[in-house]
Structures are given as C-alpha cells and as structure tokens.
C-alpha cells in the first residue's frame, strides 16, 4: 500500500465505526426473534375470563388471529387498547391472554375500557406464556388458518406500526387462509382504512 | 487517657453493631424473593443450580435465571424444578428452553449455524493477530541495515581510537 494512501487508514476505520454506531442506534437490544415462528402455536386447557369456561387451542384456531398478550398490571397494554379495538372494528380477528392477572380486575378493564377479544384466555400462572416464549407484555403473535406462529411482535401495536409493518403480514395470513372468511377481511384491516378512522 | 480510647473504641463498636444490624435487614428482602425448592436427590439440586446459572433471563439480558429476580426468571425456575423432578435430561430440558426462547436463553449456544460465529469469531481474532504479528516481525527482520562500505569503516576505526585514547572515566 502506497504511504499515502496509508494516511487514510484511520479516516477509513472511523467511517466503518460509524456506520455501525450509526446503524446501533436504531436496533432494539432487548428484540429476540421468537423461536416459534413457523411451528405450531402451543396447545394450551385454560379458562375464559369472561365465564370460565374451558378453552382449548381448537376453540380459537382455524382462521387467522392475533393472540394479544396483556395484563391490568401493562401500563403499554393500556396504551395500546384503543387500537387493538380500532383493529377489531376492522375485522381483525384477535384473542387475548390475560396473563399473570387478576380475573376480577381484568374484567373491570375490559368493562371500562371495551373489549376488542373475541374471547381472553386466562393464564394466570403464565404457562401459556412460558410455552409461548413471552417474555413481556404487550406481546402478539400472528397465527395462521393452520394454527402456526407467523409472526411475533413485541410492544405496544399503533397505527404506524401496524401500516407499515404488521399490516403486510396480516394481509399474507388472510390471502393464504384460503377460508371463505378471507375475501370479506381482505378488505377490511389495511392500515389505511383503519387509519382514516384515527382521523376523524 | 485509656479510658477515653476505650470509650471511643466501645462507641464505635456499638455503632458497627448498628450499621451491620442494619445492612442485615437490608438484605432480607433480596433474600426472600429466591424462592427454595425441596429436591428429592441431591443430584437433582446440583443441576438445578448448574442449569439456572447457564440459563439466560429473556428479559432481564445478562443475568442468568438464578440470579435475576424478573417473574419471567421465577417462572422458568420453576420450570426448571419441575423438569428435574420429572426426570428429564440436562439436554432436553435445553431443548425445551430453546423450543421458547431460543438459542439466547443459552449462555453456552450449540456450535451450529448463526450461533457458530460466537464461537469462532474469537479463533479467527486470535489467528489474525498472530498473523498481523508475525507478519509485522518478518518486515522487520527483512529490512536489514545496508552493508558498511570501507570509508564508513575507516571512519568508525579512527573514532574508536580517538575514545580509546580518552582518559575520561
């Protein structure tokens, strides 16, 4: 190597560094890929929040649903409530685990807050949420027709989210359903008809 | 005198009592939080603590699950017992850990795929450096001093002589 071009070795190193400074600043460190993508979604007997009746991974798979995980205790669940119902309202098919919770201040909450559900499993202990890998609430998986994990995000969903990431994935799990359930959906959860209703 | 070093040496004593009386009770609560679990083999007990300090906590990222008191960590403890109990291997516990969270959870990853580099990367480090090092040595030792010529020889004679002939010390 040429003396001079020598000289710019340093420059050359600061400008790798800062790249990947620059590209940790937005990586999330406490993100982990959920290890149970693409396998089936655990088969769980817990439960109903709303009348204690027993739930079986059979009552909620057959076509396409997020499985929200939240709790009383989740200041972010809260923060996240009025969209999931905006989702719901939408068409989006999404059960809820109410996990480590108190029944009784749980269905205060939905009570208060509306319920976006189609039902809630009570995982009191949390051992669907150990099954399924949760390690914090709010966290919500996308579950196909065929009852697989698709997809696992975690943190509070809002609109920007939802459009420009998780909406996409929805639509996937809706085309490759194949139910008669799906060309109705279709239409329905874009991001941008549920966010024009953010709007007015 | 004495008697009032003693009486300072005694205050002082009585106050190390205290301070120590109080950090004890601090540190009542972080103990009450680690749950104990009655193991019916002291086999089972010793791999239960082998188990949890190689387990990482999922959300809690660099304590391992013994040491971290995060309910995610209690559950998997919990976990972890009664996988004991059950009769199940070191490796299928490890299995199931990371059927749920993944290789993360493993303070030591399977050398396969992704997780292989975490174990190579430091190999390669060491084998670059060794190579930047010995490479660096060979320059060093090609780039030998140009042969003297003879007037450079006379020259450093005559100057020798001169410091002989010094009567300096």
């Known amino acids: 190597m040429a003396p001079r071009l ?74 996240e409530h009025p969209y999931l119902q905006r989702l719901a ?13 108190d029944s009784e201040a749980a269905r205060a909450w939905l009570d208060e807050l509306g319920d976006p559900y189609r039902s809630s499993i ?10 399924l890998g949760v390690y914090g609430a709010p966290e919500t998986y996308f579950i196909d027709a065929d009852g697989v994990v698709r997809y696992r995000h975690v943190g509070v969903i809002d609109e920007r989210i939802w459009s420009t990431r998780l909406a996409p994935i929805w639509a996937d799990l809706q085309a ?25 | ?39 019916s083999d002291p086999e089972l007990e010793r791999r239960y603590h082998q188990l949890s300090q190689e387990l990482r906590c999922p959300k809690c990222q660099n304590q391992n699950i013994a040491d971290s008191n995060a309910p995610i960590s209690q559950d998997l403890r919990k976990l972890l017992y009664e996988r004991l109990e059950s009769g199940a291997s070191d490796a299928e516990i490890l299995d199931d850990m990371v059927g749920r969270y993944g290789e ?15 174990w190579l990367a430091p190999l390669l480090l060491l084998a670059s450096g060794a190579l930047l090092l010995f490479v660096l040595l060979r320059r060093g030792r090609g780039e030998a001093a140009p042969p003297v010529s003879d007037a450079e020889r006379e020259r450093l004679e005559a100057m ?5 002939g010094d009567t300096g010390p």
Request: proline content about 6%; aromatic content about 8%; hydrophobic content about 50%.
């Open chain 1, 89 to 101: 309202e939408g068409g989006v098919n999404i059960y809820g685990i109410n996990y480590k919770d």
């Open chain 1, 6 to 79: 020598k000289l710019f070795l340093p420059l050359g190193l600061f400008a790798l560094l800062a790249v990947l400074l620059f590209r940790g600043l937005s990586l999330d460190p406490q993100a982990l890929p959920s290890a149970l993508v693409d396998r089936p979604m655990p088969d769980f007997r817990l439960p109903r929040l709303a009348d204690g009746e027993t739930m079986v991974k059979g009552d909620i798979v057959g076509e396409p649903l997020l499985l929200n995980v939240w709790a009383t205790w989740c200041i972010s669940c809260r923060v």
């Open chain 2, 160 to 164: 020798l002589a001169v410091r002989e």
């Open chain 2, 104 to 118: 993360f959870v493993r303070y030591r990853p399977a050398a396969e795929g992704a997780t292989l580099w975490l």
């Open chain 2, 1 to 39: 005198m004495n008697l009032v070093v003693s009486a300072i040496a005694g205050a002082r004593r009585h106050a190390l009592r205290i301070v120590a009386t109080g950090l004890f009770l601090l540190g009542l609560p972080a103990l009450a939080v680690i749950e104990t679990y009655e193991f």
């Open chain 1, 176 to 200: 490759s359903s194949g139910s008669p359930g799906a060309v109705g959906a279709a239409a329905l959860p874009t991001a941008a008809g549920i966010g024009e209703g953010a709007g007015s």
């Open chain 1, 122 to 131: 009570v995982d009191e202990s949390g051992t669907l949420g150990l099954d």
